[in-house]
């Protein structure tokens, strides 16, 4: 690593010694960006700045369930970095949210906004309340009360949120009918991944899956490769997951795994249009378990996921392209070698960091294509940026309006990441390509603007 990004990485580490997934996406950067200091040393002190977010917000947020009984959940936001356009960023609600994890989201998310091409900084956000198992009720009221703190840090100038784990479509509107209720004012750009009565954008929730899909399509391409015929494991069965699944079901591919967090399931016949179809509904609407998928469908092996996920895990099915869609650090090394040893040609990264560092030097190591989330699953995020422009004008753009958009955009993100890789001497290298485009515009931007 340069001598430089080491010496501020020593430092984020004595600062926060138990952030292990901010350090891991500070590293992940900071050991890339070494040829772009050596040609802009005067970035040194950018890179350091962008190592502190320049706001955290904590927040209490109580609420009642159906019994009667009174619960405390911790709620943030980070307003990480906003050189470039307002803080933008999901909010998560799982058990496993911390400062450590917003951290990490937020950092890459900068990066990820900056290489979309869209006026965006980078925030997230979210709370360690588990909506897995409670009533619709419930789940309104504690996003009317983490609202009733969030509001008077938000914005659409100012900081605009949106889904991510456990955060779809149903929370965003709870979430937005509190906003407005307390402003007293119908300000549609103030969160995105709305429905489509109140200023949502089609192709929203569809979004992440398919940008992954066409990033893996133009990834793929560089080899005189393509999805069709191809088989396909992707892990979880959420947003991200299923809509990954519907377009590599477009592009010819045959899908044949999902997960959840209690076990995955192995579909040798192909994940169909109709079996999605029934997916979307048990996750969406039934809430149910991925575990039904086996007793629903023949020939389908269920395993339920090992204290040691390395073993018999989804990453050993025998597969032509890997999309990981679940969670961070989902990827081992052990299971990067069992996909390489199956043949596996490219990884595409739907999660955020869903893949050690150690799985992606195997990955690299075995010249496997392999492309980093905050490239890969930055459609989500550039067409929540289309939704915003769309609230701005008061219009709805149709359906395949966005899709062209998102389409171009990652088209786009590809040529630069691929681009700039080269241009800095390591061709093929996503992880440095996405590192450094992202990194080049916010510097300028934030050398233009003074220390601040
Ligand atoms: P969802 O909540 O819709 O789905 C998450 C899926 O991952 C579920 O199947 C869930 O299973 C599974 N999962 C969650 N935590 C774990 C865990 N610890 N171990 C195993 N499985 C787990 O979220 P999204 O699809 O929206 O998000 C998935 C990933 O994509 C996240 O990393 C998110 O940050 C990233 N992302 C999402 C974007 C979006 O637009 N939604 C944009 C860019 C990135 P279970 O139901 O059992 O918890």
Known sequence: ????????????????????????????????????????????????????????????????????GQHVNRGFRIQY??????????????????????????FEQIFKNSLTGLPMGGGKGGSDFDPKGKSDSEVMRFCQS??????????????????????????????????????????????????????????????????????AREMLATKGMSFEGATVSISGSGNVAQ?????????????????????????PAGIDREKLAWVMDLKNNRRGRISEYADHFDGVTYTKSQPDPSVNGLWSVKVDVALPCATQNELNAAEAQSLVDGGCSAVAEGANMPCTPEAVEVFQNNG???APG??????GVATSGLEMSQNSLRLNWSRQEVDEK?????????????????????????VIGANIAGFLKIAEAMLAQGVL
């Open 406 to 430: 998102l389409e171009n955009i990652m088209v786009n993100i590809h040529k630069n990441a691929f681009e700039t890789a080269d241009r800095f001497g390591h061709p093929g290298n996503y």
């Open 81 to 106: 970095n906003g050189a470039i356009g307002p803080y933008k960023g999901g909010l998560r609600f799982h058990p496993t949210v911390n400062q450590s994890v917003l951290k990490f989201l937020a």
């Open 146 to 215: 983490f609202m009733m703190e969030l509001w008077r840090h938000i914005g659409h100038n100012l900081d605009v949120p949106a889904g991510d784990i456990g955060v779809g479509g149903r929370e965003i509107g709870y979430l937005f009918g509190m906003y407005k209720k307390l402003r007293n004012d119908f300000e549609a750009g103030v969160l995105t991944g709305k429905g489509m009565s109140f200023g949502g954008s089609l192709i929203r929730p569809e979004a992440t899956g398919y940008g992954l899909v066409y990033f």
């Open 368 to 370: 496997l294509l392999f």
């Open 243 to 267: 809509f990954a699944c519907e377009k590599v079901l477009d592009l010819g591919g045959k899908p044949v795994t999902m997960s959840d967090s209690s076990g995955w399931i192995h579909d």
């Open 1 to 68: 690593m340069h001598s430089e990004m080491q010496r501020i990485f020593d430092k984020v580490v004595a600062r926060d010694p138990d952030q292990p997934e901010f350090q891991q996406a500070c590293l992940e950067v900071l050991e890339t960006l070494g040829p772009a200091i050596d040609a802009h040393p005067e970035y040194i002190p950018i890179v350091e700045r962008l190592c502190e977010p320049e706001r955290i917000i904590q927040f209490r947020v109580p609420w009642v369930d159906d019994g009667g």
């Open 374 to 379: 905050k490239a890969s699953n930055a459609g």
